[in-house]
């Protein structure tokens, strides 16, 4: 499993990015999707997670009615518009599935792409 961001940038507070994800590799369209986003001095956080087939998708409160995340089953692509950003968005941006193991859930993750938001 290889996954690559693109999209990231520099913007203005109340501007829009759509950040991109390219899945390589199984079984694309049997697993759900995950952005997470990690700032400076932080933790890596959940923001939007969808489901295999996109039917169900749960997002963090601070970036609900703002963000929203879509999958294509045929591209093996994974997406997530942002609208109104704010600088509080500012992070890097991973892409990120599961599998499971005989050990448990194994974490696939992009190398990021940075979203710097300011004025």
């Known amino acids: 499993v290889k996954l690559v961001e693109s999209g990231g940038g520099s913007v203005q507070p109340g501007g829009s990015l759509r950040l991109s994800c390219a899945f390589s590799?199984?079984?694309?369209?049997?697993?759900?999707m995950s952005w997470y986003r990690q700032a400076p001095g932080k933790e890596r956080e959940l923001v939007a997670r969808?489901?295999?087939?996109?039917?169900?998708?749960n997002y963090a409160d601070s970036v609900k009615g703002r963000f929203t995340i879509s999958r294509d089953n045929v591209k093996n692509m994974v997406y997530l518009q942002m609208n109104s950003l704010k600088p509080e968005d500012t992070a890097v941006y991973y892409c990120?599935?599961?599998?499971?193991?005989?050990?448990?859930?194994?974490?696939?993750w992009g190398q990021g792409t940075q979203v710097t938001v300011s004025s």
């Open positions: 990120n599935t599961q599998r499971p193991r005989s050990t448990g859930l194994y974490d696939y």
């Open positions: 590799g199984f079984s694309f369209s049997n697993y759900a």
């Open positions: 969808i489901s295999s087939t996109g039917g169900s998708i």
